[in-house]
């Protein structure tokens, strides 16, 4: 993968987390408010992918992706569209 760009980190939905336990592994990592991780545990439900956010800086994006997964969540890192 190329260095340069936004990394976009990406959630995915599992038969094992609920929404509290996705909102509260999002809450913690990304320090969002409570409601906007109920709303991506829930878009994560119904889509079964949810962008979490984009990060400009690859190595802070892997970090990301890599905290989520210590909570036991499947999380991946792509290069952002650039818009």
């Given at each position: 993968m190329r260095?340069?760009?936004s990394w976009a980190v990406l959630?995915?939905?599992d038969d094992v987390h609920t929404d509290t336990a996705v909102a509260y592994a999002?809450?913690?990592v990304c320090?969002?408010?409570?409601?906007?991780c109920l709303d991506l545990a829930r878009e994560l439900g119904e889509?079964?992918?949810a962008e979490l956010t984009t990060i400009p800086d690859r190595r802070?994006?892997?970090e990301v992706?890599?905290?989520l997964q210590i909570f036991g969540l499947r999380?991946?890192?792509r290069q952002a569209a650039d818009v």
């Open positions: 260095s340069k760009g959630l995915h939905a999002v809450r913690e320090a969002l408010p409570a409601e906007r889509s079964r992918t802070h994006a892997e992706v890599r905290r999380a991946t890192l």
